[in-house]
């Protein structure tokens, strides 16, 4: 027996887990991928509009810190602009999901000692995670490059930019391999490892952001910061203009440096302890977590704060680019017509801004679903035991819909007036930050219709519940925000709720749509609480 003993059968055990979870992963970030690869192709035809979005992209310090900086005047490289920090941070985020999934918190369920058990290795689980989430991170690579080389770019060019975002991936699951042991638990392990990829994100922005830019040019060349991120490294690849792939052995680099100290951390721990000292405790609890309602917000205020905290800088960073809406947009009539589509006719500013808005609401349902599937944990876990009390069901239940309702139009509002407030900064005229902040909080009942599904699910199907509303949330977010651009027939574009919410600032305000989806957000919650009260619990 070795250290390694049992780690392709842990393997398979890792894909049986995630039979439903990784492909939609895999899809869904080729699709994102694709389609806006695409529409690029259609928008970007002619090598003046290549240039004019490169010339807005310089010009741009905001543009360039939120997509970062257009590696070549070409259909390709608007790709890479417009593609390669959203995907590349969505596939960080599923590596660093998976390792901490089956590491860590199969330490903090009790998994990894049954397991452990039998005959495995000390350094089986490990390995196994990080075989299935490279392998993952290997296969996106593949798809991304085939997706792109089918929408006609170079292939050499697709190859590159495929390798840099899974290389990415590879890097970020490095970084959970170490999180995963240093804590006691999952929530504890993924938040660090969120913590260090926003920290890089922070980075890569500063390099690409504080670049200095001449007038009339087609490029900038990132300063030192980008140098610290693997994001930044990933960038340097350049694909579809030099297409250099030694920054890429930078990632494999941290990889295997970062593997290496996971492993030696691993033996020199307990399994379901970690390295960092667990605080103390205060020796009495606050009176607030006598009830379901406190209890509920003490464990789902880490995660608003930290999603409040994410919106205020999108928020903000949407805000200020809106003073330049006009000028960005007007360099392409087709991009002035996929506006159009999805923020409304009228003025181009609004269009903007109702567009972008529409987009954030779908984002910040993320949220709403991510607390509502708290409960799913709970179920799992102590719930037992808190019904043993004197508490309900329907109580209990009910205590962390209403924080994750709450905590959703919180969101909602912190991303409104970051937008109002960002725009009034450039614009010097705060007449839009009432605009903004109700084009924002027009967004709820959609999101609660989509909330009422999860808790739905929750209620009839529980095993299915995460899988349910996290896919409910994909459909919102490609065929709600994409079926405009690709001019999807109405009835596949209506299964999206969003797609009935008002496109504030740039239209009117009509009510029976608000109104029949808070009817159908409380019909479908109240079809979850009652199947809740009547079923068992189920682990």
Excluded at 245 to 273: E, K, M, N, Q, S
């Amino acid at each position: 027996m070795t250290t390694f003993t049992a780690t392709f059968r842990l393997a398979r055990l890792a894909l049986r887990r995630d039979r439903v979870q990784l492909p939609l992963w895999l899809l869904g970030l080729t699709a994102v991928t694709g389609l806006v690869a695409s529409s690029i192709s259609g928008l970007y035809q002619t090598e003046e509009e290549q240039a004019a979005y490169a010339r807005s992209n310089v010009s741009s310090a905001v543009s360039r810190v939120f997509n970062g900086v257009v590696p070549e005047a070409n259909q390709g490289g608007i790709v890479v602009a417009e593609t390669y920090s959203l995907v590349a941070i969505l596939t960080a985020l599923m590596s660093i999901l998976m390792v901490v999934r089956h590491t860590r918190q199969n330490e903090e369920t009790g998994r990894a000692e049954m397991i452990g058990s039998m005959i495995v290795g000390r350094h089986a689980a490990l390995s196994a995670a990080l075989l299935v989430t490279l392998g993952a991170n290997a296969l996106l690579a593949a798809l991304v490059t085939a997706a792109l080389a089918a929408g006609g770019l170079p292939a050499a060019g697709s190859l590159m930019l495929g390798a840099a975002i899974g290389a990415t991936g590879a890097s970020f699951a490095g970084v959970a391999a170490v999180t995963a042991q240093i804590t006691e638990s999952a929530r504890a392990a993924n938040g660090i490892a969120a913590a260090v990829l926003g920290l890089t994100y922070l980075l890569r922005g500063l390099g690409d952001g504080l670049a200095p830019a001449e007038a009339g040019a087609l490029r900038v060349t990132s300063l030192w910061p980008s140098w610290l991120s693997p994001l930044g490294w990933a960038q340097r690849t350049e694909p579809f203009a030099a297409d250099r792939p030694w920054p890429l052995l930078l990632h494999a680099t941290l990889l295997i440096v970062l593997v290496a100290t996971a492993y030696r951390l691993t033996d020199h721990r307990d399994v379901g302890t970690g390295m960092l000292p667990v605080r103390r405790g205060p020796a009495t609890a606050p009176p607030g977590l006598l009830s379901p309602l406190g209890l509920a917000w003490r464990l789902q205020r880490g995660v608003l704060y930290g999603w409040a905290a994410g919106m205020l800088v999108v928020g903000g960073m949407l805000g200020a680019v809106g003073d330049q809406a006009e000028e960005l947009l007007g360099t392409s009539d087709d991009l002035t017509e996929i506006i159009g589509r999805l923020g409304g006719s009228g003025d181009l500013v609004d269009a903007y801004f109702s567009a972008m808005l529409s987009l954030t609401g779908v984002i910040i349902a993320g949220y709403t679903v991510q607390a509502l599937l708290r409960m799913r944990a709970e179920e799992t876990g102590p719930l037992e035991g808190v019904l043993a009390t004197a508490v309900s069901r329907p109580r209990w239940m009910a205590a962390h819909i209403a924080c994750a309702m709450l905590g959703t139009a919180a969101v909602l509002a912190v991303n409104g007036l970051a937008g109002g407030l960002a725009y009034a900064a450039a614009a010097g005229s705060f007449d839009k930050v009432p605009a903004l902040l109700g084009a924002s909080m027009v967004q709820l009942p959609a999101t609660l219709a989509l909330a009422g599904f999860a808790v739905a699910a929750i209620g009839l199907l529980p095993k299915w519940s995460v899988a349910i509303s996290w896919t409910a949330l994909a459909v919102c977010l490609l065929i709600g925000q994409v079926g405009p651009i690709l001019e999807l027939p109405q009835w596949a574009t209506n299964l999206s709720p969003f797609t009935h919410t008002p496109a504030l600032p740039s239209s009117d305000l009509t009510l029976l749509p608000l109104a029949a989806l808070a009817a159908g957000a409380a019909a479908l919650t109240a079809a979850g609480l009652a199947a809740f009260r009547r079923r068992d619990l189920t682990f």
